[in-house]
């Protein structure tokens, strides 16, 4: 019998939100490592719900892009062009009472 080698977890670190604010529709940077000591930039994945940890994902407000060579992760909103409309506010005309 062969005994396997054990492999141990990999540590799971969840940032709480950050707020970085730039020109509205201009691309977000957060150097992830800068704020979270002994992080190895390589090993920075994204993880939504039920999907596959990733570098890139892409929902309705926008793309989030990790650069594996410094840990950056860049938040890109979508273009005014493809961005899906916001509902309109009722109008007074049309508003319940």
């Keep these: 019998m ?5 492999v141990p977890p ?6 709480p939100d950050v707020v970085v604010t ?8 957060f150097n992830l490592p800068a704020a979270v000591s002994d992080l190895v930039p390589e090993s920075i994945v994204l993880i939504q719900p039920n999907e596959t940890p990733t ?3 892409t929902t309705d407000d926008g793309t ?3 650069k594996p060579d410094t840990g950056e992760v860049v938040f890109t ?15 007074s005309s049309t508003a319940p009472p």
Excluded: D, K, L, N
């Excluded at 062969?2 to 054990?6: E, G, K, L």
């Excluded at 730039?22 to 940077?29: F, L, M, N």
């Excluded at 909103?77 to 109008?91: E, F, I, N, Q, V």
């Design 2 to 6: 062969t005994a396997a080698p054990v």
């Design 10 to 15: 990999t540590p799971i670190v969840t940032v």
């Design 22 to 29: 730039t020109p509205s529709g201009t691309p977000a940077a």
């Design 55 to 57: 570098t890139e994902a």
């Design 64 to 66: 989030r892009q990790v």
């Design 77 to 91: 909103p979508p273009s005014p062009a493809t961005r899906p409309p916001s509902p309109s506010p009722p109008s």
